[in-house]
Structure formats: structure tokens, C-alpha cells
């Protein structure tokens, strides 16, 4: 199984991104679909998660209210709203899915993806 995330780039602050990640390969088993970020020199973050079955959303207090995490079971894509960016949003995004009973933490996760670059200017 393999993640592709996308949708990164360089927005002004109070900008919106939508980040996607898609799953493909071999039949992809997890229950739980997650958002971590890493900004220069600091540690791995969680965002959001989602579960697949019910939709059930998890969110990090520095992002509620301004991201939304969605997914699409049919082309096994999660989606990753954005709204009003700020500084403190740079950084390099994953995605990650697993079978975690605990979706805010990332070593809970057994796939990641390769990461997408979100730059916010002021």
C-alpha cells in the first residue's frame, strides 16, 4: 500500500490549501487515516484523523476550527481543508494510515506517505 499526498504549496496568511492524500496497492486495510505535520526544527505534530467507517474527526486544538479532515471511500482519498493559514502552519504535511486506536499519535501509524510542503508568507 502506498500514500501520495498533494496539494501543498506557498499561500499568503488567511489563505486556504486543500491537501489530499490517496491510498493505492495492494487492499488497503486500515481503519484510521491521519494528518501530521513537521515544521523546521521542531517535532512531528499531529493535525487530524479520520476514521473510515463512520467519519468520526479528531482534531489538534491549534488547527480546530480552521481545518476539516474529510474522506472519500470510494477512491480511498482523504482530504485535508485548510482556512485561514497563518505562519505557524509551514511546514511538511504526511499523511498516514493504520489500524490505531489512538489516531493522535503518529507511531500508533503504519504507513506513511511522502509528505507535501505547505508555505504560508506573511
Known amino acids: 500500500v502506498q500514500l501520495q499526498a498533494s496539494g501543498g504549496g506557498l499561500v499568503q496568511t488567511g489563505g486556504s490549501l486543500r491537501l489530499s492524500c490517496a491510498a493505492s496497492?495492494?487492499?488497503?486495510?486500515?481503519?484510521?487515516m491521519g494528518w501530521f505535520r513537521q515544521a523546521p526544527e521542531k517535532e512531528r505534530e499531529f493535525v487530524a484523523g479520520?476514521?473510515?467507517?463512520?467519519?468520526?474527526?479528531y482534531y489538534a486544538d491549534s488547527v480546530k476550527g480552521r481545518f476539516s479532515i474529510s474522506r472519500d471511500n470510494a477512491k480511498n482519498t482523504v482530504y485535508l481543508q485548510m482556512n485561514s493559514l497563518n505562519t505557524e502552519d509551514t511546514a511538511v504535511y504526511y499523511c498516514?494510515?493504520?489500524?490505531?486506536?489512538?489516531?493522535?499519535?503518529?507511531?500508533?501509524?503504519?504507513?506513511w506517505g511522502q509528505g507535501t510542503l505547505v508555505t504560508v508568507s506573511s
Open positions: 498516514a494510515a493504520g489500524t490505531t486506536l489512538a489516531p493522535r499519535i503518529g507511531g500508533t501509524y503504519r504507513i
Open positions: 496497492g495492494r487492499t488497503f486495510s486500515s481503519t484510521v
Open positions: 479520520i476514521r473510515w467507517i463512520d467519519g468520526t474527526t
